[in-house]
């Protein structure tokens, strides 16, 4: 029966039919608009769920990726996680707001801070600390990630834009997407480029064995995700760093560690993609050495940074731009490495 629409006994669990007229549709369009509670980009984190996982989105009873095209008579299932019982709740917390108006909030985010509450995490996240400062926020994103457009890893420092109310977070989402908001990192990696310019696409899922990691995927049958990062060299650092500048085409969890690590460029300190490596003491006397070494530990996390920001305001349609300068570890390591 075509566009008939099936429930669990516990209404959790939902399922249609694809009718003939939406043959073609891609899977993860297919449910943000069957499914009008939902957004484009909930229904593709539903999609890309660990196959071990009983929440999720199938179609016919199989998993697939986000751009997997619809057949009439396929059956797309939809189960959603319930949503954790970690109360939210409004937490004083300090934040460095760079732009404020009622429909949004750009926030210069600290290294060390969780976006938004999760297990492990369930206090002191940014969203707790939004909650203090603004009445109400947009309710897209979530339960527990009330206003968050998008997300920055929590060792990952720099700008961030939350929305207010639903409008503009469905603005900004859309301009995400369309790739007309522009999101720009610096990043210091281990190694020196054979580029100036590159663009890296290279499609990113769930590592096969570490589930708490990504990696670049090539295997269909794992659902990886589209993912394509532009990285332009700014500076070079004697035969052992560089300083990068990616921009980003696609917005996956880790995207620009997942991609530094795959062309063998980990970023510096960054513990889970391989950028803990040991300094050559080649060219330096023991004590510069000894200097960016401790500069390295002070880092704390991966040298990274959201830099730059762009995009259409929601309301007025002006074009609004940001900029954060690095913070001040990492600042340090490079003011250490020119002058070595």
């Known amino acids: 029966m075509d566009n008939e629409t099936f429930l669990d006994e516990a209404g959790d669990a939902r399922q249609v039919d694809v009718s003939a007229d939406q043959t ?31 929440d999720g989105v199938c179609v016919n009873e199989r998993r697939a990726r986000s751009n997997f095209r619809l057949r009439a008579g396929d059956r797309v299932s939809v189960s959603r996680p319930m949503p954790s019982p970690t109360a939210l709740c409004p937490e004083s917390i300090p934040l460095h707001i760079v732009y404020e108006d009622r429909d949004l909030l750009v926030i210069d985010k600290p290294r060390g801070m969780v976006v938004h509450p999760a297990p492990g995490s369930p206090h002191g996240t940014l969203v707790n600390a939004v ?18 457009v998008h997300r920055l890893d929590k ?21 995400i997407q369309a790739r007309t908001a522009h999101r720009r990192y610096q990043a210091l990696v281990w190694g020196i480029p054979h580029f100036t310019q590159a663009t890296v696409d290279a499609p990113i899922g769930r590592h096969l064995t570490d589930r708490k990691k990504m990696a670049v995927v090539t295997d269909p049958r794992r659902s990886p995700r589209d993912a394509v990062t532009e990285l332009t060299v700014l500076a070079v650092y004697h035969d052992t760093f560089a300083l990068l500048e990616a921009r980003l085409q696609t917005g996956r969890t ?9 062309i063998k460029q980990p970023i510096v300190g960054d513990p889970v993609y391989g950028g803990q490596r040991k300094l050559p003491t080649k060219g330096l006397t023991p004590e510069q050495h000894s200097d960016i070494e401790s500069a390295i530990r002070e880092l704390n996390g991966q040298a990274l940074h959201a830099h730059s920001l762009a995009f259409d305001h929601p309301r007025t349609a002006e074009r609004l731009s940001f900029a954060a300068p690095l913070p001040e570890p990492f600042q340090l390591l490079l003011t250490l490495l020119q002058r070595r």
């Not at 073609?24 to 996982?53: C, H, K, N, S, Y």
């Not at 009445?135 to 206003?147: H, K, N, Q, V």
Request: glycine letters at 8%.
């Open 155 to 175: 060792d990952t420092s720099g700008l961030m834009v939350v929305a207010k109310n639903d409008a503009a977070h469905r603005s900004l989402q859309a301009q």
């Open 24 to 54: 073609g549709q891609r899977l993860d369009i297919f449910v943000a608009q069957r499914w009008r509670d939902m957004t484009r980009a909930e229904a593709q984190r539903l999609i890309e769920l660990p196959d071990d996982q009983e």
């Open 254 to 262: 880790h995207q620009v560690r997942v991609h530094c690590a795959y």
């Open 131 to 148: 909650l203090a400062h603004v009445d109400d926020l947009s309710g897209i994103g979530g339960e527990l990630r009330p206003g968050i």
